[in-house]
Nanobody
Framework: QVQLVESGGGLVQPGGSLRLSCAASGFTFSRYAMRWYRQAPGKEREFVALITNTGANTNYVDSVKGRFTISKDNAKNTVYLQMNMLKPEDTAVYYC???????????WGQGTQVTVSS
């Protein structure tokens, strides 16, 4: 059974930090690129960050460059999103996404809420 379980969300003040985790099971983690998406109230889901299956390459949406860092630990089947210098506009539900480098099969997690507010 495939599972992507996000954790680490919460309420944080502007300028603060959070680290999101996404624990994967039920598929060969090392053969999947991992992405984070987010969806704010009333808005479409948007891409945030990507890391290739090997971890060698990353990509970010412009609005988070220099503030967010994506990483993965293939030994722990976990992908992380370190979020620093958080802004109110980062408030959203954050989703973990896995995509097979071979078949393009996609899995989604259930999401974790991040709220940036004073």
């Amino acid at each position: 059974q495939v599972q992507l379980v996000e954790s680490g969300g919460g309420l944080v003040q502007p300028g603060g930090s959070l680290r999101l985790s996404c624990a994967a099971s039920g598929f060969t983690f090392s053969r999947y690129a991992m992405r984070w998406y987010r969806q704010a109230p009333g808005k479409e889901r948007e891409f945030v960050a990507l890391i290739t299956n090997t971890g060698a390459n990353t990509n970010y949406v412009d609005s988070v460059k220099g503030r967010f860092t994506i990483s993965k630990d293939n030994a722990k089947n976990t992908v992380y999103l370190q979020m620093n210098m958080l802004k109110p506009e980062d408030t959203a539900v954050y989703y973990c996404n896995a995509i097979s480098v071979e078949t393009r099969q996609v899995f989604w997690g259930q999401g974790t809420q991040v709220t940036v507010s004073s």
